[in-house]
């Protein structure tokens, strides 16, 4: 099969990319000095429409990255294999169950065991033999956000490098200031029993004077910055690089000028060097720069894991106001103990709304809100992931990607619906269904309050082929029934 169908094929469902929302990541003022740490997550731009109703427009790709690194503790959980496509299909393909096989050195081993890596993940399986190979080889790898890969290529390059010699010999880009300050991070903790071996960050705000000549052995930063550092200021020779990384093609494609800043990097290094390029989607436009940046390349990818409603018990409660809809809600509360629950409305005006609603019920209420900034999001999820509040309001463009495991109750208090006021059955199924064929059992209640909601609902149970029950909410004998 050729490479081009092959990716094509596997990645029908995920070039359907999400259109997603309306934040974007500020530029920081400009700050010295290499060490700059996680607390300087940028800002997000304050939606200057603030209480308009619908809120169809896009997440940037690269917030939305960043905030599920930030709120993700463990790996996501896939059970899919991974395929794999190599360049010299006769040789044996080989991947390792432990991390000791890989024989690290002790002091990496070190860093894994301490990062609480007990042995490879799905994608680290394969991946990890391929980029540790002598002679090195290149690859292309794709799969879901979460499942392992920034471990993976961090191992590689802390793996490759000689502290012995003091110049740049790892390079990654990543695709904002965030995302490699999030990258280094993982470097320095991973690379913490290895003191010998130093990182630089090629972000902006980071001046060298003119002259200087980098001693550090990973640099890690954004294109431009790169760029600069290795072509117009010359802080270090491209020709000594062993491995090249880059970090989130998806998303860096998105940003215009970050690809041809890309390949004019890549087109400096050496022949010799390692080429590794990740990314958690593969449209047809990251396949074609992938193409460019990684020669003769191994390709590994991981389905990504499907949703499904088959552990689901859904319900539709019929109101006629919103305010029917909250007294229904009200009642549900007041008939079952529901430990934690997410509730998704249309609009931010709504979620405010409902949210001030709850809290004067007496409810811990966390609000997601499309003007708040990507650290405070991530704080608010931190906050509800930990149980310190029990229900969650919140639009869609908010919490799309964000998966809060223990969550086993879900309101749809309005029903996702597309730009055009269709019925938005992929927005559905990732707000209700659970990965896995062990995911826990779940309750899903949607608030129906017009007849052009009832026949979305009648649209979205056709659609999957599942019955949606009917609950009668002033009968408390009845909601009682749900939950057992
Ligand atoms: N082998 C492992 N065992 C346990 N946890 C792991 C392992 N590898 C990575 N993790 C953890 O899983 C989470 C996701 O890993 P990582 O950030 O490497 O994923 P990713 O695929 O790079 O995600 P993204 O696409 O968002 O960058 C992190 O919290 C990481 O510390």
């Excluded at 060490?35 to 690269?62: F, H, L, Q, Y």
């Excluded at 940046?293 to 991981?302: A, G, Q, W």
């Excluded at 931190?382 to 998966?403: H, M, Q, S």
Aim: proline share 4%; with cysteine; net charge negative.
């Amino acid at each position: 099969m050729s490479t081009d169908s092959w990716a094509q094929a596997v990645d029908e469902q995920e070039a359907a990319a999400e259109s997603i929302g309306n934040l974007q990541i500020k530029e920081r003022p400009e700050e010295n000095g290499t060490t700059a740490n996680a607390t300087n997550i940028g800002a997000a731009t304050p939606d200057a429409t603030g209480d308009k109703s619908t809120e169809d427009d896009k997440d940037d790709r690269a917030a939305q990255s960043l905030l599920n690194k930030l709120i993700r503790s463990n790996l996501v959980k896939n059970t899919n294999q991974v395929e794999v496509l190599q360049k010299d299909p006769n040789s044996p393909l080989y991947s390792v169950r432990t991390f000791e096989e890989l024989r690290l050195k002790p002091q990496l081993l070190q860093g894994v065991y301490s990062m609480g890596f007990n042995r490879p993940s799905k994608i680290q399986e394969t991946a990890l033999p391929m980029m540790l190979a002598e002679p090195p080889q290149n690859l292309i790898a794709q799969s879901q956000s979460g499942t392992g890969k920034t471990a993976a290529f961090v191992l590689a390059m802390l793996s490759h490098v000689d502290p012995s010699r003091k110049y740049p010999q790892c390079l990654c880009v990543s695709p904002t200031y965030e995302l490699a300050l999030q990258t280094g991070k993982v470097i320095e903790q991973m690379g913490q029993y290895y003191s010998e071996v130093k990182l630089v960050y090629a972000i902006r705000g980071n001046k060298l004077p003119r002259g200087t000549k980098l001693q550090e052995q990973i640099v890690i930063g954004t294109p431009g910055t790169m760029l600069d550092w290795c072509g117009k200021f010359k802080f270090f020779d491209p020709k000594k690089i062993l491995v090249f990384v880059l970090d989130e093609a998806d998303v860096m494609i998105d940003t215009q000028g970050h690809q041809d800043q890309s390949i004019r990097i890549q087109r400096m290094l050496p022949q010799s060097c390692q080429m590794l390029l990740f990314s958690a989607t593969f449209e047809e436009s990251v396949w074609n720069f992938a193409k460019r940046i990684v020669p003769d390349p191994n390709i590994i990818k991981l389905k990504r894991e499907e949703e499904t409603l088959d552990t689901i018990k859904q319900y539709y409660v019929l109101c006629n106001s919103r305010e029917e809809k909250f007294k229904a809600l009200c009642n549900i509360y007041g008939a079952i103990t529901i430990a934690q629950a997410m509730i998704f409305c249309h609009t931010r005006k709504t979620a405010g709304w409902l949210a001030g609603e709850l809290s004067r019920e007496g409810h811990q209420v966390a609000l997601l809100s499309g003007e708040m900034q990507v650290e405070q999001r991530a704080a608010v999820i931190e906050r509800f992931r930990e149980g310190k509040e029990k229900v969650l309001v919140t639009t869609n463009v908010c919490a799309r990607g964000i998966d809060v495991e223990q969550v086993s109750v879900v309101i749809n208090f309005d029903l996702p619906v597309d730009k055009d006021g269709n019925p938005d059955n992929e927005t559905y199924l990732h707000r209700i269904g659970r990965t896995g064929r062990f995911g826990k059992r779940g309750l899903a209640i949607n608030m129906v309050d017009s007849k052009m909601s009832m026949n979305i609902l009648n649209k979205i149970q056709e659609h999957f082929n599942k019955k949606i029950e009917r609950l009668d909410t002033d009968d408390l004998d009845e909601i009682e029934k749900i939950a057992s």
